[in-house]
């Protein structure tokens, strides 16, 4: 979840690295689709990204072998479980399996009154209010590792929330070994951050919400990762993608397949309506997902930086741009045209 209005800001100076990239397709083979892992905190835009996930499985672009929800964001802990399985199962895919990382892991707990409303924004768009909380067999960071090391081919995991079950999961050096790409919507390295509401005394809001979060598994999970694995969708990329009245009329049109149906009640509840209407809200996540699955340029283009995360003080969660940091690749601008179309196009099952 990222609530603020995204602004430019001075460039910093930038390291250009090395280092190889090993894209999904690549990883997947011609005509074959991209195993992934989705891990988030299961606010309204990870929910929004999950149904665009699911429709991408059924177009057999990706293969979306598991769920995970780190229960230290924006979803309440005790409902991100049965909204995960409401998705999933509203979508068409019940047989995907599901679990949730410990509770109170994170370091800067999300503003109440924010996983407030993105509960009530769910729970009405999925209806699923009734029904019981979701127990699942294994937690979050055993799932994730489970099923890199089970599956046939290198794993891509696409991550829109605080890092805490990748923290977990990627300290076994045969997990990390095994993952071929990890897409992460984290972070903002040339422009402010998007702290908001009670987050906001003690910092300067040089952060974003989820490495703010975490920022100790978000460090983690920079030094921890392949080499050359980790691809960064930080604020900076996606400020092109507010969610905008028009884009929700296209939607409101355009409904063919369970993923868009989905979407447009999530972003036709008042709630979030209300914060759309304010101009505060973007695609924070769905930019992660769609530049992963489509991965030729035209929505982002990566470039090699050095970053490392702030861990203490006024700026704790801030990522920065230095000649010590881990070695990634993060996407600076997103073309906000082609996103919009791919991102309707999948969630309407076109191929």
């Known amino acids: 979840m990222h609530l603020f209005r995204q602004t430019a800001g001075a460039a910093l100076g930038i390291a250009i ?124 960071p055993e799932l994730i590792a489970r099923t890199v090391e089970h599956s046939a081919r290198p794993v891509t995991i696409v991550a829109t929330g605080p890092l805490s079950n990748l923290a977990v999961a990627l300290g076994s050096r045969r997990v990390a070994e095994r993952v071929a790409r990890i897409q992460l919507m984290g972070g903002a390295l040339t422009v402010p951050g998007n702290l908001y509401g009670s987050a906001l005394p003690g910092f300067d809001n040089s952060q974003e919400f989820n490495m703010w979060m975490d920022p100790v598994s978000a460090r983690t999970v920079l030094r921890q990762a392949r080499p050359g694995s980790i691809h960064l969708v930080p604020l900076d990329a996606t400020a092109a993608a507010p969610i905008t009245d028009a884009f929700i009329d296209r939607l409101a049109a355009d409904q063919h397949a369970p993923g868009a149906r989905l979407v447009l009640r999530i972003v036709s509840q008042p709630d979030l309506a209300a914060l759309i209407d304010l101009g505060i809200m973007y695609w924070w996540d769905a930019v992660a997902a769609v530049s992963a699955v489509h991965d030729d340029g035209t929505i982002t283009t990566f470039r090699g930086v050095r970053v490392d995360v702030v861990q203490d003080g006024e700026q704790s969660g801030r990522t920065v741009l230095t000649p010590d940091g881990a070695a990634i690749r993060a996407a600076f601008d997103a073309d906000t045209d082609v996103f919009e179309r791919t991102f309707l196009d999948a969630l309407n099952g076109r191929p």
């Open 17 to 140: 690295v090395a280092g190889g990239l090993c894209s999904p397709a690549a990883a997947a083979g011609p005509g074959r689709p991209v195993p992934v892992i989705y891990d988030s905190d299961l606010d309204f835009d990870d929910a929004s990204t999950l149904a665009y996930l699911c429709e991408e499985h059924k177009l057999r672009r990706i293969e979306l072998l598991a769920v995970t929800v780190a229960n230290d964001g924006f979803g309440r802990p005790d409902r991100t479980l049965r909204h995960a399985r409401s998705v999933l199962e509203q979508c068409g895919l019940p047989h995907v399996p599901v679990a949730g990382g410990a509770t109170g892991a994170g370091v800067h707990p999300a503003p109440p009154e924010l996983v407030t409303t993105i509960e009530t924004v769910l729970s009405g768009a999925l209806g699923d209010a009734g029904l019981p909380p979701y127990q699942a067999p294994l937690s979050a």
